[in-house]
């Protein structure tokens, strides 16, 4: 029988694979300006969002909170962080989106519920059911781990305010410019790994590094492809990286 912990690492070696693939295939999973009908039935972006975040904002603090394992501050923390960007994604920034009329795939919101899901069951499965030695809030690790978090948590969130602005100023695809824009296209695929870095440097285990890195291999091919789509649509677009300032 699998054990949690080798399941754990079969789920970082298919995000590795996923990686790989969307990288080097050239597939454009259809969000945003890249959705296409060819993918099947579609679904308002706003719902869509809601429905595939939903999963991780219930699953993970539920089984933190109903298993055997009695949860240090620590563990507090790393599922109230988990809480706290999941309620945004969940009940805010579906609603704050300006993608009037614009639609994405039922395949797309089904499997990123699925892969939430997987995420929110095994840091909430460890948390509630396996545990760990007891920290204090006070380790480096969480110290650093909070501030990383924070830090990553404040790009995404300036990154959304900023570009759900430019919507408001002019339909359709502009050139975002200014703060993080001078050097990367994407400051809020950027900001949500920085988070999840920080998350796993504060809870300090399995799933939370396997998170970090499904959170890497996720959204740095989501960022390439919108740095490409920008390139290809904008002749006069800047010189800047796609996710990684000063490397790719």
Not at 111 to 131: P, T
Not at 152 to 178: E, F, V
Request: hydrophobic fraction near 50%; glycine fraction near 8%.
């Amino acid at each position: 029988m699998i054990t949690f912990e080798t399941a754990v690492w079969i789920w970082i070696a298919i995000a590795i694979i996923t990686f790989s693939y969307l990288v080097f295939s050239g597939v454009r999973a259809p969000y945003g300006r890249h959705s296409s009908k060819s993918w099947g039935p579609m679904i308002a972006n706003k719902w869509g969002w809601f429905l595939m975040e939903l999963p991780a904002f219930l699953i993970c603090p539920l089984l933190a909170i109903i298993g055997p394992v009695q949860l240090d501050l620590v563990s507090w923390i790393a599922v109230g962080l988990w809480s706290v960007h999941y309620f945004n994604r969940v009940f805010l920034f579906p609603f704050k989106i300006k993608t009037k009329g614009k639609k994405m795939p039922w395949f797309i919101v089904i499997s990123a519920m699925l892969f939430n899901g997987v995420n929110g069951f095994l840091n909430g499965y460890f948390f509630g059911f396996i545990g760990t030695a007891s920290q204090s809030v006070l380790s480096m690790n969480v110290i650093i781990g909070i501030l990383v978090f924070f830090g990553g948590m404040y790009i995404n969130t300036k990154t959304d305010r900023l570009l759900i602005a430019l919507r408001k100023k002019q339909a359709g695809y502009q050139i975002p410019r200014g703060w993080l824009f001078k050097y990367i296209s994407c400051p809020n695929h950027f900001g949500e790994i920085v988070e999840w870095i920080g998350f796993a440097i504060l809870a300090w285990n399995l799933p939370a590094l396997s998170f970090a890195i499904w959170t890497f291999c996720n959204l740095v091919p989501r960022a390439l492809n919108h740095h490409n789509w920008y390139q290809e649509h904008f002749l006069d677009y800047p010189k800047r990286k796609a996710v990684m300032p000063y490397l790719f």
